[in-house]
């Protein structure tokens, strides 16, 4: 069964009065009788194909005609032709045609046969350009990424690169007519208008100008008082095809917790720390290299060396083993070997004159 367009209405005229509703569409369109005469037609068709006519000079004018003009404005007018033809023959709907023009456009060509109580009546021919229908789909999308991004609890703003406010989302400007006064105004106005901190405003619009001369993202913590709460804020660069900035994205993320627990870490090393700076034995901690990261405070007690001026060196040459028997020992010890061993280590304290010996075994279980 052949697919069909049918007009519910029995006494339906095609007449100009009905331009606005085509109009209105934003389509271009032409219908045609079987006769091959122009029935009715629209401005946007006539300005598609550049013809330097209105469109109700075309009514009952031949459609054949108007075809053998506006194939020139086609790559390949023959392929157009050709398709033209087989639509009319089989009066089947097929959509989604796609063409190239000689001007530049892509469009898109769609073919209904027209048909009244199961009578061919003629054809109809719509056009679209597909630079409109992806503007359309780009400006859909981007409502719905910008409506996303205002559900996050992270700040997010785009500025151009004068850092005038493009889009800011709730998590920054959570009152929306504040939020609509932000756009287009910079940072610094913001905040002014807001009473807040100017320098907080100078600061990131810094970064914003870093990010846009090195071409490349720029992060750093920003803390808020009173709240106290820390921000790990990072702008990036958004470059067009050329490589050229043409916006920043601001991207924050709540760090107030990570740095407490920083905070708590580092005060539980600190301890650790301090308790081995006051025990009455050597303890020494080596990288996997064996360079030296801490000795305590006891090894400078007897020896007077500086701990500090020792970090990074290599066990080896702070302990002067020269031995390459005990030097094996010692690093199969420090290393936690599997074999039994077992190391002999004499070290002279600052008098010249006492000698301190170290026997350890370990064994791997």
């Given at each position: ?34 006769q ?67 001007n ?81 105004n910079t ?18 619009e ?40 043409t ?16 905070l ?6 600190d ?71 077992t ?23």
């Amino acid at each position: 069964m052949k697919q069909t367009t049918k007009i519910i209405q029995s006494n339906f005229d095609f007449t100009q009065d009905l331009d606005f509703v085509f109009e209105a569409t934003g389509l271009a369109i032409l219908v045609e009788d079987t006769q091959q005469n122009i029935i009715l037609t629209n401005t946007l068709f006539c300005n598609l194909f550049d013809l330097n006519t209105k469109q109700n000079k075309l009514i009952n004018t031949s459609s054949l005609a108007l075809f053998q003009q506006i194939k020139n404005c086609f790559k390949d007018p023959e392929k157009f032709e050709q398709q033209v033809a087989a639509l009319t023959e089989k009066n089947s709907i097929v959509t989604n045609q796609s063409f190239a023009l000689i001007n530049g456009k892509n469009i898109k060509q769609n073919y209904y046969p027209l048909f009244k109580n199961d009578t061919h009546k003629g054809h109809i021919w719509v056009y679209e350009s597909l630079q409109k229908a992806a503007s359309s789909v780009l400006a859909n999308s981007s409502f719905k990424i910008e409506n996303a991004l205002h559900f996050l609890p992270n700040e997010i703003a785009i500025y151009n690169t004068d850092s005038q406010i493009i889009f800011i989302n709730k998590a920054y400007i959570n009152n929306s007519e504040k939020r609509n006064w932000a756009k287009e105004n910079t940072l610094q106005q913001y905040f002014s208008y807001e009473n807040l901190p100017i320098e907080i405003a100078t600061t990131r619009e810094h970064y914003f100008k870093q990010a846009i001369q090195t071409k490349s993202a720029v992060s750093w913590q920003e803390t808020n008082h009173p709240s106290y709460l820390t921000f790990l804020r990072t702008c990036y660069p958004i470059t067009d095809e050329f490589k050229k900035v043409t916006a920043i994205l601001e991207f924050s993320n709540d760090i107030t917790q990570q740095k407490k627990l920083e905070l708590k870490l580092q005060q539980a090393v600190d301890y650790f720390y301090n308790t081995l700076n006051n025990v009455s034995n050597i303890v020494l901690q080596t990288d996997e290299k064996l360079q030296l990261q801490f000795l305590n405070n006891y090894w400078q007690n007897i020896t007077g060396q500086n701990t500090q001026a020792l970090t990074g060196k290599s066990v080896f040459e702070i302990l002067e083993i020269t031995h390459y028997e005990l030097y094996q020992k010692v690093f199969s010890i420090l290393n936690n070997n599997s074999k039994k061993e077992t190391g002999e280590i004499a070290i002279e304290d600052k008098d010249k004159n006492t000698t301190l010996r170290t026997d350890k075994k370990r064994k791997r279980t």
